[in-house]
């Protein structure tokens, strides 16, 4: 049974930092893509950041330069350390993972609620 897990979210004011992470387990973690998303209130859920198997990233283009996905497949983790924050930043958070070679992400958190106050 895979199950993804996410801790990290919380208040945090403008121009502040969180630093978000999900334990996977269940799966075999280097053979797997993951991704962050978020979804904001009345808006559709959005990928902000990507991490291959092989560890190649990609980003929201209003989070680069600010957000930095890794991973730890020693640990089966995968982090987005979110520096700078901004208002509309706030969301709920997911951890998804996508087998590779595989065009959609299968395996989802349940997610972590992230408000950054003005």
């Known amino acids: 049974q895979v199950q993804l897990v996410e801790s990290g979210g919380g208040l945090v004011q403008a121009g502040g930092s969180l630093r978000l992470s999900c334990a996977a387990s269940?799966?075999?973690?280097?053979?797997?893509?993951m991704g962050w998303y978020r979804q904001a209130p009345g808006k559709e859920r959005e990928l902000v950041a990507a991490?291959?198997?092989?560890?190649?990233?990609s980003y929201l283009d209003s989070v680069k330069g600010r957000f930095t996905i890794s991973r730890d497949n020693a640990k089966n983790t995968v982090s987005l350390q979110m520096n700078s924050l901004k208002t509309e930043d706030t969301a709920v958070y997911y951890c998804?993972?996508?087998?590779?070679?595989?065009?959609?992400?299968?395996?989802w958190g349940q997610g972590t609620q992230v408000f950054v106050s003005s």
């Open positions: 269940g799966l075999t973690f280097g053979r797997y893509a």
């Open positions: 991490i291959s198997s092989g560890g190649s990233t």
């Open positions: 998804a993972a996508r087998e590779a070679g595989i065009g959609s992400y299968s395996y």
